[in-house]
């Protein structure tokens, strides 16, 4: 009863593995370059490329459950394979943006709707975890606070509610051993509204380093961003941004809700990342 793990290269990924291994269950961790994962000793490890069905029954053989990463190139193999291995259930790693209108063209929420709809027509059961700004965003600014540069933004009173990818893994593994959300979808965010000026505050207490923060125009912002991805990408995130300004961020579901415990805070998040931010 073997349980699969792709992504495994990721944080949310290498937690759940960390978690599932602690707990003595069967688990086996997959990437498209396995031997470069970092898996606990006793850990199987396979080659699963969701673009190449080739490698899909390999990594499925014995598998009864399954951590999915929306890469939707191959989903629908990946689904007739899973469904031939006897798979019984999928959690799949969706995104909050699949709610937002305009989702079908959009490049952030694409990806994870059409793995997501094909899931749904599948006919396995699946359960769909749409987390909301992660905490790790914060790692954009790695650059300038780590240079004593100014963070520029186009957006700064953007208020969201960043959940530390470590509650994400806490909540895949109740759901992967256990009823919790089965066949259900639900929206993840941390349990405390901040805007970028207050993520930035609480990082310059966690580093030490004063962090100072320069207003630019959107249009300004969206030729920064353009350099480092795809300009749809850009003008996407930004849409999300002006958006997010407008007021406080709604709270959706968080560990506390589901789990019964409180939700590690951004400030958690920092204070464990604080390195990061300055080469130490």
Do not use: C
């Amino acid at each position: 009863m073997t349980i699969l793990v792709t992504g495994s290269r990721g944080k949310v990924g290498r937690g759940v593995v960390a978690r599932l291994h602690a707990a003595g269950l069967p688990v086996r961790a997959a990437s498209a370059a396995p031997a470069e994962l970092a898996v606990p000793d006793g850990v199987a490890t396979a080659e699963l490329r969701l673009d190449a069905p080739e490698t899909f029954d390999a990594a499925l053989d014995g598998v009864r459950q399954v951590f999915l990463y929306p890469e939707p190139s191959g989903i629908d193999a990946f689904v007739k394979s899973a469904l031939a291995a006897d798979v019984e259930h999928v959690v799949l790693l969706s995104s909050s943006s699949v709610l937002a209108p305009g989702a079908e063209t959009d490049p952030l929420a694409s990806p994870s709707l059409l793995v997501e709809r094909a899931l749904a027509a599948s006919g396995l059961t699946s359960t769909f975890l749409r987390p909301d700004a992660f905490a790790s965003n914060a790692f954009a600014w790695i650059h300038p606070i780590s240079q004593g540069l100014p963070v520029e933004l186009a957006y700064p009173g953007a208020s969201l509610a960043p959940i530390h990818p470590d509650d994400i893994a806490d909540i895949a593994v109740a759901t992967l051993t256990g009823d919790l959300l089965r066949g259900r979808a639900a929206t993840l965010t941390g349990a405390q509204a901040l805007t970028f000026r207050e993520q930035l505050a609480i990082l310059s207490e966690a580093t030490g380093r004063d962090i100072p923060l320069v207003d630019i125009t959107h249009a300004e912002a969206e030729e920064q961003m353009a350099r480092y991805m795809p300009a749809p990408m850009a003008a996407s995130l930004l849409a999300l941004q002006k958006e997010a300004a407008e007021g406080p961020a709604a709270i959706a579901d968080t560990t506390g809700t589901l789990l019964g415990r409180p939700a590690r805070t951004f400030r958690q998040w920092a204070t464990e990342n604080a390195a990061a931010f300055t080469g130490r």
